[in-house]
Nanobody
Framework: VQLQASGGGLVQAGGSLRLSCAAS????????IGWFRQAPGKEREGVRCISSSGIRIEYADSMKGRFTISRDNAKNTAYLQMNSLKPEDTAVYYCAAQRLGEGVYGYWGQGTQVTVSS
């Protein structure tokens, strides 16, 4: 059972990246997927969440209008499209899965580094 986050990298301010979160060993159909990030010296913060039925939740206003979460259950994968990136978006991004009816994210990916240069 594993979540694999990928797609991070180095990008200039104003650029875009799409992160992927691929599940193996279980199906994401009955799971909400969340993206979180943690910058050096800061606490982890929620970015976006998408429920098993496709309802999107924004955890933070700072990314409003720039970040979009989506999912493709056929591919057992969720995505985070990040546009108009800013240096303050630099962080390690993690995806996590929360089974329907449970109140915690039980599975976490290993994280992918996003670095935005000014």
């Amino acid at each position: 059972v594993q979540l694999q986050a990928s797609g991070g990298g180095l990008v200039q301010a104003g650029g875009s990246l799409r992160l992927s979160c691929a599940a193996s060993g279980f199906t994401l159909d009955y799971y909400a997927i969340g993206w979180f990030r943690q910058a050096p010296g800061k606490e982890r913060e929620g970015v976006r969440c998408i429920s098993s039925s496709g309802i999107r939740i924004e955890y933070a206003d700072s990314m409003k209008g720039r970040f979009t979460i989506s999912r493709d259950n056929a591919k057992n994968t969720a995505y985070l499209q990040m546009n108009s990136l800013k240096p303050e978006d630099t962080a390690v991004y993690y995806c996590a899965a929360q089974r329907l009816g449970e109140g915690v994210y039980g599975y976490w990916g290993q994280g992918t580094q996003v670095t935005v240069s000014s």
